[in-house]
T-cell receptor, first 107, second 111 residues
Framework: KNEVEQSPQNLTAQEGEFITINCSYS?????LHWLQQHPGGGIVSLFM???GKKKHGRLIATINIQEKHSSLHITASHPRDSAVYIC?????????FGKGNQVVVIP | SAVISQKPSRDICQRGTSLTIQCQVD?????MFWYRQQPGQSLTLIAT?????????ESGFVIDKFPISRPNLTFSTLTVSNMSPEDSSIYLC????????FGPGTRLTVL
């Protein structure tokens, strides 16, 4: 079993819809990262969180340490949100990565 | 935050040749990491590059295949040696500086 599981693997939404993607992990962590990867391959760090909830623009990330689960929510989704969203967990020097959620937002 | 640039952004190479990827950071960092992302797979850590010492390689990766240089606190190179089609991947440089930051990646295709 992978240390980090993400679901759903693929998600297609209409522009404007509310999107939720999930990450479950099986190892002890000091932080969880949500990353965004566009088709060119470059990765942007969206959030690093160790408890509670963080919000940045239309993106909200939550984490439940007891349940070892995190969600990333996208409100009022837009085609430019189309990307692979990768969950990574661990300490600063050693991260375990999920395979990503492929999100496509249709105009 | 840290801003990372990589060169080249992409390349198509012939089997048996080598490619050196450069990673430049806009601030001094102690540890730099090199990751590989094979098609459809998650990121895998190749090695950790520390300035002034040999890189530390993860299981399954060896220095002869992936030699790394770290001449100063803002720069590192990863060489993919004697390439085969199985080396076709995205290679990413990453640093930790009040958070984890990734470079734009180098998309390598080996024919």
């Amino acid at each position: 079993k992978n240390e980090v599981e993400q679901s759903p693997q693929n998600l297609t939404a209409q522009e404007g819809e509310f999107i939720t993607i999930n990450c479950s992990y099986s190892v002890g962590i000091s932080a969880l990262h949500w990353l965004q990867q566009h088709p060119g391959g470059g990765i942007v760090s969206l959030f690093m969180l160790s408890s509670g909830k963080k919000k940045h623009g239309r993106l909200i990330a939550t984490i439940n340490i007891q349940e070892k689960h995190s969600s990333l929510h996208i409100t009022a989704s837009h085609p430019r949100d189309s990307a692979v969203y990768i969950c990574a967990v661990g300490g600063n020097n050693r991260l375990a990565f999920g395979k990503g959620n492929q999100v496509v937002v249709i105009p | 935050s840290a801003v990372i640039s990589q060169k080249p952004s992409r390349d198509i190479c012939q089997r048996g040749t080598s490619l050196t990827i450069q990673c430049q950071v806009d601030s001094q960092v102690t540890m730099m990491f090199w990751y590989r992302q094979q098609p459809g797979q998650s990121l895998t850590l190749i090695a950790t590059a520390n300035q002034g010492s040999e890189a530390t390689y993860e299981s399954g990766f060896v220095i002869d295949k992936f030699p790394i240089s770290r001449p100063n606190l803002t720069f590192s190179t990863l060489t993919v040696s004697n390439m085969s089609p199985e080396d076709s991947s995205i290679y990413l440089c990453s640093v930790v500086s009040f958070g984890q930051f990734f470079g734009p990646g180098t998309r390598l295709t080996v024919l």
